[in-house]
């Protein structure tokens, strides 16, 4: 199994930006798609982002897009996930994910959490007003 360590995550006001680092061990980098979800308070954890291991492939949550970039370096075997223009909706329990099941990829895949093996142990991101 991967072990996934997420860090970056803090307070930030509305209009702002963070990047969150997920630092993975445990198999070969290349050899999984890699992933963010996040939970709101009160709320149901929900797909963000994710990347294929090729890297050339990304997938989007709706209201994210324009707004995030998900990356990976495998030289430090890492992924990032740049956040720009935070919304307060955007505050949430941010979760790194990987080891996707394997079978076809497709956004329902993906982004459905039951989907993916390994979970991070998350990392806080307030956004003020």
């Known amino acids: 199994q991967v072990q996934l360590v997420e860090s970056g995550g803090g307070l930030v006001q509305a209009g702002g930006s963070l990047r969150l680092s997920c630092a993975a061990s445990?198999?070969?980098?290349?050899?999984?798609?890699m992933g963010w979800f996040r939970q709101a308070p009160g709320k149901e954890r929900e797909f963000v982002a994710a990347i294929a291991r090729s890297s050339t492939i990304t997938y989007y949550e709706d209201s994210v897009k324009g707004r995030f970039a998900i990356s990976r370096d495998s030289a430090k075997n890492t992924v990032y996930l740049q956040m720009n223009s935070l919304k307060r909706e955007d505050t949430a329990v941010y979760y790194c994910v990987s080891e996707l099941s394997d079978g076809p990829i497709s956004y329902g895949i993906i982004s459905a959490s039951l989907n993916w093996r390994s979970w991070g142990q998350g990392t806080q991101v307030t956004v003020s007003s």
């Open positions: 445990g198999r070969p980098f290349s050899s999984y798609a």
